[in-house]
């Protein structure tokens, strides 16, 4: 019977599902080109189906990494406006390829008093809203259209894989690995959550505080993080992340960016030691951002920073998140919701945490 192909009506359709690629007997990652991709197009579908976007809609968002530049490309492909709101902090170069794309972006200058550069975007998004006649703001961290837009990469697993027992991923917003357990354990429920933050993000309990390593934990509460759905939780350092994005390089040829080498290191972890249970490793987005950081050897050495990827590499194992601290940690969270869990770091009602807040 003849195969009939996938019909791509456009670069981020074609582009936005991961391709499934072996990285060991029982290990597979989804590799994607540009995560967010996904929820970006699947987003403003469903607001489109809702009567949300008109001819004059224009699209507004604040961002500082990934998703600006996945809303910039479904813009460009649909000819409507964009206007995103970022921070000093925005990579040159995505700033250009946004700007190529026709989205106009808007850079804070100054943080908030309280609440920092996010609180600064979040009020210049507001003003910019008051004064247009029609806007839709995809808000990636609250709408649960971002979530749900994943259950098509957990059908794509179970599709090709069958039983997934493992599926390990970064976590930012929530989005990808909220979405992806729940679409697993409809099929699944044993299979296992485990999510990758770094140190001083809020999103798992440790304090909040300057963090090197990009688009991995938050400095904010994200309405899509559900924390009940998660087994274990690791964090580790931008160093360790650096080493094993190199050898995730050097030993699979995947050029991809930080958050896909805190999750690889994460996973073959896993793997080599549940040599009889299948485990999936979300990796987000390729390396090209970073080929004058990451990839620098330079300026890794600028930064003090020694690559070590060791394949035998175990993380240290603490009974409070407060105690995450200095190096690759794993703590069993126990499918608990956050305040549940003893030694967190009470969450505020207030809003968005203070602190210079690290976006995808």
């Given at each position: 019977?003849?195969?009939?192909?996938?019909?791509?009506?456009?670069?981020?359709?074609?582009?936005?599902m991961?391709?499934?690629?072996?990285?060991?007997?029982?290990l597979?990652?989804?590799v994607?080109t540009?995560?967010k991709?996904?929820p970006?197009?699947?987003?403003l579908?469903?607001?489109?189906?809702?009567?949300?976007?008109?001819h004059?809609?224009?699209?507004?968002?604040?961002?500082?990494?990934t998703?600006?530049?996945?809303?910039?490309?479904?813009a460009?492909?649909?000819?409507?406006?964009?206007i995103l709101?970022?921070?000093?902090?925005i990579?040159?170069?995505?700033?250009?390829?946004l700007?190529d794309?026709?989205?106009?972006?808007?850079?804070?200058?100054e943080?908030?008093?309280?609440g920092?550069?996010?609180?600064?975007?979040l009020?210049?998004?507001?003003?910019?809203?008051?004064?247009?006649?029609?806007?839709?703001?995809p808000?990636?961290y609250?709408n649960p259209?971002n979530?749900?837009?994943?259950?098509?990469?957990?059908?794509?697993?179970i599709?090709?894989?069958?039983?997934v027992d493992?599926?390990?991923?970064?976590?930012?917003?929530?989005?990808?690995?909220?979405?992806?357990?729940?679409?697993?354990?409809?099929?699944t429920?044993?299979?296992?959550?485990i999510?990758?933050?770094?140190?001083?993000?809020?999103?798992?309990?440790?304090?909040?505080?300057?963090?090197?390593?990009?688009?991995?934990?938050n400095?904010l509460?994200?309405?899509n993080?559900?924390?009940?759905?998660?087994?274990?939780?690791h964090?580790c350092?931008?160093e360790?992340?650096?080493?094993?994005t190199?050898?995730?390089?050097?030993?699979?040829?995947?050029?991809?960016?930080?958050?896909?080498?805190a999750?690889?290191?994460?996973?073959?972890w896993?793997?080599r030691?549940?040599?009889d249970r299948?485990?999936?490793?979300?990796?987000p987005?390729?390396?090209?951002?970073?080929?004058?950081?990451?990839?620098?050897?330079?300026?890794?050495?600028?930064?003090?920073?020694?690559?070590d990827?060791?394949?035998?590499?175990?993380?240290?194992t603490?009974?409070?998140p407060?105690?995450?601290?200095?190096?690759w940690?794993?703590?069993?969270?126990?499918?608990?919701?956050?305040e549940?869990?003893?030694?967190?770091v009470?969450?505020?009602p207030?809003?968005?945490?203070?602190?210079?807040e690290?976006?995808?």
């Amino acid at each position: 019977m003849p195969v009939t192909p996938p019909t791509y009506h456009s670069i981020t359709e074609a582009q936005m599902m991961p391709r499934l690629v072996r990285l060991g007997p029982n290990l597979y990652g989804a590799v994607f080109t540009l995560m967010k991709l996904l929820p970006a197009h699947f987003i403003l579908q469903r607001a489109r189906e809702r009567g949300e976007l008109h001819h004059n809609t224009v699209l507004v968002e604040t961002t500082s990494g990934t998703f600006g530049l996945a809303l910039a490309m479904q813009a460009a492909l649909t000819e409507r406006e964009l206007i995103l709101v970022s921070d000093p902090a925005i990579d040159a170069n995505l700033h250009r390829r946004l700007s190529d794309l026709g989205a106009r972006v808007e850079i804070c200058q100054e943080p908030a008093p309280v609440g920092g550069y996010q609180e600064a975007r979040l009020r210049r998004l507001a003003e910019i809203r008051a004064q247009l006649p029609s806007t839709f703001c995809p808000e990636q961290y609250t709408n649960p259209d971002n979530p749900r837009s994943y259950e098509r990469v957990s059908e794509q697993l179970i599709r090709t894989l069958g039983q997934v027992d493992c599926l390990v991923g970064p976590v930012g917003s929530g989005g990808s690995m909220s979405g992806t357990t729940r679409g697993l354990r409809a099929y699944t429920p044993d299979t296992l959550a485990i999510g990758v933050d770094s140190h001083s993000s809020v999103l798992f309990g440790p304090s909040d505080g300057p963090r090197e390593l990009r688009g991995l934990g938050n400095s904010l509460w994200p309405g899509n993080l559900d924390h009940a759905l998660f087994d274990e939780i690791h964090w580790c350092t931008a160093e360790e992340a650096y080493a094993y994005t190199r050898a995730l390089h050097a030993r699979h040829a995947l050029f991809q960016g930080p958050t896909s080498g805190a999750a690889y290191l994460v996973a073959q972890w896993w793997a080599r030691n549940h040599p009889d249970r299948l485990c999936v490793v979300m990796m987000p987005d390729e390396g090209y951002r970073y080929q004058a950081t990451v990839y620098d050897d330079a300026w890794l050495a600028e930064r003090g920073h020694v690559l070590d990827a060791r394949q035998d590499a175990e993380p240290v194992t603490v009974t409070s998140p407060k105690e995450a601290s200095g190096r690759w940690t794993r703590f069993a969270w126990g499918r608990r919701a956050y305040e549940d869990v003893p030694g967190v770091v009470p969450r505020s009602p207030a809003g968005p945490v203070p602190g210079r807040e690290v976006l995808r």
